[in-house]
């Protein structure tokens, strides 16, 4: 029964919150991840952007005011990472705030002798443990890039929501029941020490050194290269890239014409 009002309740807002076709084909022309789908997953991934639509609320910070094309912008890419996947896997939070330009939020860090230190960072962009993602719309925009070819501070971010179904974000998120937990472990173990080890000996890689910091920051990453520049991923870290194939049920760079090395 539960089922049956769910299905129904999903066809009434599809109908009733039909993205509009000039909107949506602007959409697709103006995210490169998107242009290697194909008809079917153009479909399923309208569907799955009008549901989010509906469930999620836009609020623009800074008196930015936040347009249906800003939205569907972040909604089409936050359900790249879920095609096929499962909506619910955002459920749990309902917010998601646009700020004109990059952002300034506070930390607090406890050193070991237990002062607390506290300081102001600049953000693109942020995800919150069961609260709201948080964005830069300069840098979110249609080929912002922030931090070079291959970098989508949306993906990041909703890849951090993904990563927090297990709890705090650490790079492990919650694998399919056909998945290998040492599997999994051993291959982004494994590159995440090769990053480590090149941008410590300051040594040119085509993956953001971003992804150095921790392994909740290299799954965000690699993510990033996985949906924009996947052959990219594939050829340095072709593990990572299979693991990604089976967790996202996805393989970008069969489908992706003309990626950017």
């Not at 095609?83 to 955002?90: A, F």
């Not at 990563?163 to 694998?175: C, E, F, I, K, V």
Request: hydrophobic residues 40%; negative net charge; proline residues 6%.
């Amino acid at each position: 029964m539960l089922s049956r009002w769910k299905n129904w309740r999903r066809r009434r807002v599809l109908l009733r919150h039909a993205i509009a076709e000039p909107l949506w084909q602007q959409t697709m022309a103006e995210l490169p991840a998107l242009r290697g789908l194909n008809r079917d997953e153009r479909a399923r991934l309208r569907e799955l952007a009008t549901l989010f639509l509906h469930q999620k609320d836009f609020y623009g910070a800074n008196e930015l005011e936040v347009s249906d094309t800003m939205a569907l912008c972040i909604a089409a890419q936050a359900c790249l990472l879920i095609l096929n996947l499962d909506l619910d896997l955002y459920r749990d939070w309902s917010t998601i705030i646009l700020y004109p330009d990059t952002f300034v939020a506070p930390r607090e860090e406890t050193d070991e002798a237990g002062v607390v230190h506290s300081s102001r960072h600049e953000l693109t962009g942020e995800s919150w443990e069961a609260g709201p993602v948080i964005v830069s719309w300069a840098d979110a925009a249609p080929g912002a890039a922030p931090h070079g070819p291959g970098t989508n501070v949306i993906i990041h971010e909703f890849a951090h929501k993904l990563d927090m179904q297990t709890g705090s974000a650490n790079g492990l998120p919650r694998l399919h029941r056909d998945m290998d937990v040492q599997a999994w472990s051993s291959a982004f173990s494994t590159a995440f020490e090769q990053l480590i080890e090149r941008v410590e000996q300051g040594r040119e890689t085509r993956i953001d050194p971003y992804a150095a910091q921790d392994p909740a920051e290299f799954f965000a990453v690699t993510s990033e290269y996985f949906f924009e520049t996947p052959r990219v991923l594939r050829e340095d870290y072709p593990e990572v890239y299979s693991q990604f194939c089976r967790y996202y049920r996805q393989d970008p760079a069969a489908r992706t014409p003309g990626d950017t090395d």
